[in-house]
Every structure is written in C-alpha cells, then in structure tokens.
C-alpha cells in the first residue's frame, strides 16, 4: 500500500509515455482545480476534459422548442438556473422571458407536481435534461404525475447515456489513453457498464469521488495501468458505486423510458445515446421525439474540440476574449459543469 506520499512522488516524477487521461464529469474537472491536480502531475500526464456536462451537449433545437413552449398563451416552462443562458438558434430562455416568454427556475423537479396542481389552467412543461444521475428523478415525476392524475405537466427530455458517448469518442478520437469514470453516474449504472468499452478498446477506466486524494489515487492507478500494459475497469469508489449499479432506479427509468438516437451539441448524432418517453407515456411529452438536426457552432467557437478533448478550454481564441459565463459563445461556458466555465473561475 502506496502513501499518499508516496503517490505523489511518483506521479510528479513519471518520466514515462506520454498519457492523456479524460476526465468525463465536470465535478471532477472543478475538483481537479480546486485542489491543484494538475500542479501535482509530471508534464507527461495530461488531464483534459470530456462529454459529461449534460447542460453542454444539450441541442439548439431543444432550447427552440423551449423557446416557442414559453410563448405560447397559458403555457410555462420550468427549468435549472442553468439552462437559462443556453442559446438555441435565435433566443436562449433568458432572452425568451425578457420578450414575454413564461420562464420559471426551479430546484427540483418534483416541485413542478405542486405548481401543476395548484394551478391547472396552465400547461406547464418540465426541460428534463440530464445524465443517468437524474433521470431517475424524471421516472418519480411520471410517477406522481400519473398517481395523481396530472394532466397539464409534460416532460420535454434531453436525457443522454454516457456509454454511448465514450463508445463514440473511443471510435473517433485518436491519443485518449484512459478514462477517469464518473462517480455519479457510476452509481447508477455500476462499474460493469464499462467492460465492454474495456474489452474492445483496451483502456483503463477508473471510476474515482470528488475529493483530491480519491481522483489523485485514480490517476496514479491509471499510470500503473498503462505501465504495466495492462487495462482494467478498477472501482475507486467502493462506498458509493456497485458492480451492477442501483437497481431500483434502473428499473424505474426503464418503465418509463426507452433508448433512442440524439444530437449532442458539438458531436452530432450518437446511436442510441439518449432516453425519450415509452410510447405509452408519449402524451406527457412536449415534443421531444423526431426534433434531431444537424447545426453548427458559432463561428470561432471551438467547444466541439473541448467536448472530444482535443484541445483546452484555454486554447479556443474565443476564451476570455469574447466568451465569458456572462456573455457565452458556446454552451461548455454556460454550465457551472462546463468545462470552459470551470476553466474561467479558476484560471
């Protein structure tokens, strides 16, 4: 057993290949600056950022439909703070209520059931946009909203899956060498959901917590991975994460929810890489199915690039420049999960 001592040496002393590590979820990006990660690594290690802002991938076509929601007569819209500054082809939600759009923060989705009921004149629509850590939360929603009969609350999802999206990257970027697997999402899913990428693409996936020492450990098991030329699914986040993931909530969200292809903003469309509503459930949904379109990047933005790892926040030309959290460009900046966000506050 290694001394967190020890690991550090060891790390900040490789002299090996060079070793890209992704790291896919945005909380461990803002943990690796916060406690200085990268300060404790040799040159030869490079962490660079992945997919996992939820926020992030989420389509213009999907906020245009937000959008056109909110303004129509005796409809609201409910939403994360952060999904306000997202912009779609023409407004973002911020722009759409400050035009007479009906736009509400809220802090949880189940709080959405008591404004249904309270007020049923109104349509009110649910942006449900997220990974796997949330959608369980949207399956209670269908839940309630069933059990209590709810007739004016509706879903409009951008649920994405995070194998697919690795399976893509593993496919399509050259020079990722390993994964550091996220722990939330990892926890619902389990760890096994990576042995297949492992097995057919040969590299280490490490699922690893939050704090310094659980992502410093993950990374020194990674570069002993590589080392020894071996590559292994190793679950560092005993207390929280399973082999088989919670069961309970992967069979709520399958009642209600079935796989399907989706665009992700800044890759294109991924097979199979999203969750939309079961045909049985489809009249609470507010048009999620059948809205997938290609669209480009705003000219200069290189949040594509950031997204699959090929560059650093650092290194689009818009980055501090024209781009900031109060007047983004792309939607990596947007999100307090986006990896251009995370880069802004901290450097």
């Not at 994964?179 to 280490?204: C, D, M, W």
């Not at 917590?209 to 002993?224: D, K, Q, R, T």
């Not at 294109?268 to 809205?291: C, F, H, K, M």
């Not at 990047?297 to 650092?314: A, E, S």
Request: charged letters at 20%.
């Amino acid at each position: 057993m290694k001394t967190l001592e020890q690991v550090k040496d060891e790390l900040k002393n490789y002299d090996g290949k060079p070793i890209k590590i992704m790291e896919v979820c945005g909380t461990h990006t803002g943990s690796i600056f916060k406690n200085g990660i990268r300060s404790l690594l040799s040159p030869k290690i490079q962490l660079i950022s992945g997919p996992g802002c939820p926020v992030c991938v989420t389509s213009s076509s999907y906020i245009d439909r937000l959008v056109e929601l909110s303004r129509l007569e005796k409809h609201c819209v409910l939403t994360f703070g952060d999904m306000m500054k997202v912009k779609g082809s023409e407004y973002s939600l911020t722009e759409a209520k400050a035009i007479g759009g009906n736009v509400q923060i809220l802090y949880s989705p189940l709080l959405a059931i008591q404004k249904a009921m309270d007020d049923q004149d109104t349509q009110y629509i649910f942006a449900a946009v997220g990974f796997e850590t949330t959608t369980p939360i949207y399956a209670l929603m269908m839940d309630e909203i069933l059990n209590k009969n709810i007739n004016n609350l509706k879903l409009l999802t951008s649920l994405k899956t995070i194998v697919p999206a690795l399976t893509f990257i593993c496919e399509n970027e050259e020079g990722i060498d390993a994964f550091l697997s996220p722990g939330h999402v990892s926890a619902v899913i389990g760890s096994n959901a990576y042995q297949t990428l492992r097995e057919q693409y040969k590299k280490p996936f490490v699922i690893a917590g939050f704090e310094g020492e659980h992502i410093l450990a993950a990374v020194y098991e990674i570069v002993s991975q590589i080392k020894s030329g071996d590559c292994q699914v190793k679950n560092m986040y005993p207390s929280v994460v399973t082999e088989d993931g919670n069961y309970k909530a992967q069979k709520l969200v399958d009642q209600y929810f079935e796989s399907t292809d989706d665009y992700w903003r800044g890759i294109g469309v991924i097979e199979g890489s999203a969750l939309s509503l079961r045909e049985q459930y489809r009249d609470y949904d507010a048009g999620s199915v059948g809205r997938i379109q290609e669209e480009k990047q705003p000219i200069g933005c290189r949040c594509t690039d950031v997204i699959l790892g090929r560059i650093q926040p650092i290194e689009c030309p818009l980055f501090k420049k024209v781009c900031s959290p109060l007047s983004a460009v792309g939607s990596c900046m947007v999100s307090s999960e986006g990896a251009c966000g995370i880069w802004y506050k901290n450097i």
